[in-house]
């Protein structure tokens, strides 16, 4: 039995819409649609890889490209004097789609206040 796409595979193909920042042949960047600041993005591999614990010495590569497009991401939304980097991995680390995405988030405010620290 075939398993079917996950829904951040759906919208790296295009099956989905996402509101897009940014996008090439291997990821593509979009606003979450439940934000928890004034800037959140995800930023996720065209590949479907599982999450960050079943990644391989191969993803290497594109592990660094989606590294290095974060600061530009999250400067060009809005998060101009910093920005917070999360990953959540499996069930118990949070991950919530069963596909790697980085969380992007930050904005005008002290970042500690939008997380309600």
Do not use: W
């Not at 897009?20 to 959140?40: G, L, Q, R």
């Not at 590569?61 to 939304?77: Q, S």
């Not at 995405?101 to 997380?115: A, K, Q, S, T, V």
């Amino acid at each position: 039995m075939e398993q079917q796409p996950c829904i951040f595979c759906k919208i790296a193909q295009g099956d989905i819409p996402a509101k897009k920042v940014y996008e090439d042949e291997e990821v593509v960047a979009f606003h979450d649609i439940h934000p928890i600041a004034p800037v959140h993005l995800l930023l996720i591999p065209k590949k479907h890889i599982p999450s960050l614990a079943k990644i391989h010495e191969a993803d290497a590569p594109l592990l660094g490209k989606m590294m290095a497009l974060t600061g530009k991401l999250a400067y060009d939304a809005g998060a101009t004097h910093g920005f917070r980097l999360i990953v959540n991995t499996g069930t118990v680390g949070g991950q919530e789609v069963a596909h790697l995405h980085y969380h992007i988030i930050g904005g005008p405010e002290p970042l500690g206040r939008m997380l309600g620290k």
